[in-house]
Protein backbone atom coordinates (compact mmCIF):
# COMPACT_ATOMS: atom_id res chain seq x y z
CA UNK A 1 0.00 0.00 0.00
CA UNK A 2 0.98 3.50 -1.03
CA UNK A 3 0.28 6.40 1.77
CA UNK A 4 -0.93 9.81 -0.43
CA UNK A 5 0.08 12.70 0.97
CA UNK A 6 1.01 15.18 -1.78
CA UNK A 7 -1.48 17.79 -2.59
CA UNK A 8 -1.38 17.01 -5.66
CA UNK A 9 -2.10 13.44 -5.34
CA UNK A 10 -5.18 13.58 -3.23
CA UNK A 11 -6.51 16.60 -5.37
CA UNK A 12 -6.29 13.97 -8.42
CA UNK A 13 -7.55 11.07 -5.89
CA UNK A 14 -10.84 13.36 -5.32
CA UNK A 15 -11.66 14.03 -9.02
CA UNK A 16 -11.06 10.24 -9.79
CA UNK A 17 -13.77 9.23 -6.84
CA UNK A 18 -15.97 11.99 -7.67
CA UNK A 19 -16.90 10.58 -11.17
CA UNK A 20 -17.69 7.23 -9.18
CA UNK A 21 -20.26 9.02 -6.96
CA UNK A 22 -22.08 7.63 -4.95
CA UNK A 23 -20.17 4.34 -4.49
CA UNK A 24 -17.42 6.63 -3.67
CA UNK A 25 -18.91 9.34 -0.85
CA UNK A 26 -17.93 7.44 2.51
CA UNK A 27 -14.20 7.13 1.26
CA UNK A 28 -14.43 10.40 -0.86
CA UNK A 29 -15.21 12.56 2.23
CA UNK A 30 -12.43 11.45 4.36
CA UNK A 31 -10.08 11.84 1.38
CA UNK A 32 -11.21 15.32 1.19
CA UNK A 33 -10.73 15.90 4.99
CA UNK A 34 -7.40 15.10 4.39
CA UNK A 35 -6.73 17.36 2.05
CA UNK A 36 -8.17 20.12 3.56
CA UNK A 37 -6.48 20.18 6.90
CA UNK A 38 -6.74 16.45 8.89
CA UNK A 39 -8.43 17.10 11.73
CA UNK A 40 -9.08 13.49 12.30
CA UNK A 41 -5.43 12.35 11.87
CA UNK A 42 -6.40 9.72 9.03
CA UNK A 43 -4.42 8.63 6.04
CA UNK A 44 -5.23 7.65 2.49
CA UNK A 45 -3.77 4.47 1.04
CA UNK A 46 -3.88 3.26 -2.21
CA UNK A 47 -2.88 -0.10 -3.89
CA UNK A 48 -1.14 1.73 -6.60
CA UNK A 49 -1.06 4.94 -8.44
CA UNK A 50 -2.53 6.60 -10.34
CA UNK A 51 -4.06 3.48 -11.49
CA UNK A 52 -5.48 2.17 -8.15
CA UNK A 53 -7.80 -0.32 -8.08
CA UNK A 54 -8.56 -0.10 -3.94
CA UNK A 55 -8.52 3.19 -1.79
CA UNK A 56 -8.77 2.99 1.98
CA UNK A 57 -8.68 5.50 4.79
CA UNK A 58 -7.92 4.34 8.26
CA UNK A 59 -6.28 6.34 11.89
CA UNK A 60 -2.88 7.15 11.29
CA UNK A 61 -1.30 4.35 13.54
CA UNK A 62 0.83 6.68 15.76
CA UNK A 63 -2.24 8.35 17.15
CA UNK A 64 -4.40 5.09 18.03
CA UNK A 65 -4.64 5.46 21.71
CA UNK A 66 -6.88 2.85 22.88
CA UNK A 67 -6.84 -0.72 21.02
CA UNK A 68 -10.75 -1.13 21.86
CA UNK A 69 -12.27 2.35 20.45
CA UNK A 70 -14.11 1.66 17.15
CA UNK A 71 -14.93 4.85 17.44
CA UNK A 72 -11.93 6.39 16.43
CA UNK A 73 -10.41 3.71 14.39
CA UNK A 74 -13.02 4.19 11.55
CA UNK A 75 -11.70 3.24 7.72
CA UNK A 76 -13.04 3.80 4.65
CA UNK A 77 -13.05 1.67 1.49
CA UNK A 78 -13.86 2.31 -2.16
CA UNK A 79 -12.56 -0.45 -4.38
CA UNK A 80 -12.74 -1.02 -8.33
CA UNK A 81 -11.42 -4.41 -8.21
CA UNK A 82 -12.95 -6.67 -5.52
CA UNK A 83 -9.51 -9.25 -5.90
CA UNK A 84 -7.42 -6.42 -4.98
CA UNK A 85 -9.59 -5.37 -2.06
CA UNK A 86 -9.50 -9.32 -0.58
CA UNK A 87 -6.22 -9.42 -1.41
CA UNK A 88 -5.29 -5.92 0.94
CA UNK A 89 -7.42 -7.65 3.31
CA UNK A 90 -5.70 -10.82 3.87
CA UNK A 91 -2.20 -10.05 3.00
CA UNK A 92 -0.77 -6.59 4.02
CA UNK A 93 -0.96 -5.02 7.32
CA UNK A 94 -3.69 -2.11 6.25
CA UNK A 95 -6.56 -3.18 8.19
CA UNK A 96 -4.93 -3.79 11.84
CA UNK A 97 -7.00 -7.09 13.08
CA UNK A 98 -5.59 -6.61 16.36
CA UNK A 99 -7.52 -3.55 17.13
CA UNK A 100 -11.59 -2.92 17.56
CA UNK A 101 -12.39 -0.73 13.86
CA UNK A 102 -15.27 0.01 11.76
CA UNK A 103 -15.24 0.08 7.98
CA UNK A 104 -17.67 2.50 5.71
CA UNK A 105 -18.24 1.22 2.03
CA UNK A 106 -20.97 1.04 -0.19
CA UNK A 107 -20.10 -1.91 -2.26
CA UNK A 108 -21.98 -4.68 -2.91
CA UNK A 109 -19.04 -7.65 -1.69
CA UNK A 110 -17.19 -5.63 0.65
CA UNK A 111 -18.71 -6.72 3.79
CA UNK A 112 -18.92 -10.55 2.97
CA UNK A 113 -14.84 -10.00 2.13
CA UNK A 114 -14.05 -8.79 5.66
CA UNK A 115 -16.04 -11.94 7.13
CA UNK A 116 -14.53 -14.28 4.94
CA UNK A 117 -10.81 -12.72 6.04
CA UNK A 118 -11.99 -12.54 9.81
CA UNK A 119 -13.36 -16.05 9.87
CA UNK A 120 -10.04 -17.27 8.19
CA UNK A 121 -8.04 -15.88 11.02
CA UNK A 122 -10.57 -16.89 13.83
CA UNK A 123 -11.98 -13.40 14.73
CA UNK A 124 -15.43 -12.46 15.55
CA UNK A 125 -17.04 -9.28 13.47
CA UNK A 126 -20.04 -7.48 14.83
Not at 21 to 50: C, F, I, K, Q, Y
Not at 97 to 111: D, Y
Amino acid sequence: MLILTCPGQLRRLEEALRRSLPATLPVLGAVMTVARGNPAAHEVLVDSWPNFGVVMTRLRPEEHRDPGDFYANQLTVYYRDEGAWRALLGGTEAVGWTRAFQMQGMQEGMFQAVREVADAKGLRLE
